[in-house]
């Protein structure tokens, strides 16, 4: 089963890098990814997620959301992020609320990439624990306004949960 669920994830994002490659040679492509969350922006992002369990796969969706940058630098910027995810399963769903600070790493070409740590809880068959998380992810430019986004986050729960994220992120205007 997560040799089949690898593969749909391999198979679903060479596919989404193929088909973006000839969309993205006729129009012009970012040097850069957009970037958010700071005095002016919020970046957001939305997409597919995969939850492994216990041998067992949920798929869902999740969101989050960059809101302040804390502190700049010439490595980077601190921030704070949250997070929000529904996975399905047979036995169950698990939802899942956290927060917590994102460092996204300056790079000078199309990938962004940035590792966060979170806390916060997870509901699951009727029990609702504080869970944390630590993960990362890359922001590939694809348009002026959008990124391809990849993300795996890892949960310590009494059963350790791994979700994996495809999806895109956006600026959006805090005002």
Same mark, same amino acid.
């Given at each position: ?5 690898? #593969?749909?994830?391999l +198979? +679903?994002?060479?596919?989404?890098? !193929?088909?973006a490659?000839? @969309? #993205?040679?006729?129009?012009? &492509? ?10 002016? &922006? $919020?970046? @957001?992002?939305v997409?597919?997620?995969f $939850?492994?369990?216990?041998? #067992?796969?949920?798929?869902?969706? %999740?969101a ?10 010439e490595?980077?910027?601190l ?12 036995g169950?769903t698990?939802?899942? %609320?956290?927060?917590?600070p994102?460092? &996204? ?12 740590f979170? @806390?916060?809880? #997870?509901?699951?068959?009727?029990? +609702?624990d504080?869970?944390? !998380? ?6 590939? %430019? ?16 009494? !059963?350790?949960? +791994? ?13």
């Amino acid at each position: 089963m997560r040799k089949l669920i690898l #593969s749909t994830l391999l +198979t +679903t994002g060479a596919l989404l890098f !193929a088909l973006a490659s000839p @969309v #993205s040679a006729q129009q012009q &492509t970012p040097a850069r990814p957009v970037t958010g969350g700071d005095e002016q &922006t $919020m970046l @957001v992002g939305v997409g597919l997620t995969f $939850m492994d369990v216990s041998d #067992s796969t949920g798929i869902g969706a %999740a969101a989050n959301v960059l809101f302040n940058a804390l502190r700049t630098n010439e490595t980077g910027r601190l921030g704070i992020v949250g997070d929000f995810g529904i996975n399905d399963f047979d036995g169950g769903t698990i939802v899942t %609320a956290m927060g917590g600070p994102r460092f &996204t790493f300056n790079t000078q070409g199309r990938v962004l990439p940035y590792a966060q740590f979170l @806390v916060g809880l #997870s509901r699951c068959c009727g029990d +609702t624990d504080f869970v944390p !998380a630590i993960g990362g992810g890359i922001d590939v %430019a694809f348009r002026p306004n959008l990124n391809f986004r990849g993300e795996i986050q890892f949960i310590f729960d009494d !059963a350790n949960a +791994t979700r994996f994220f495809l999806g895109v992120s956006l600026p959006i205007n805090k005002r």
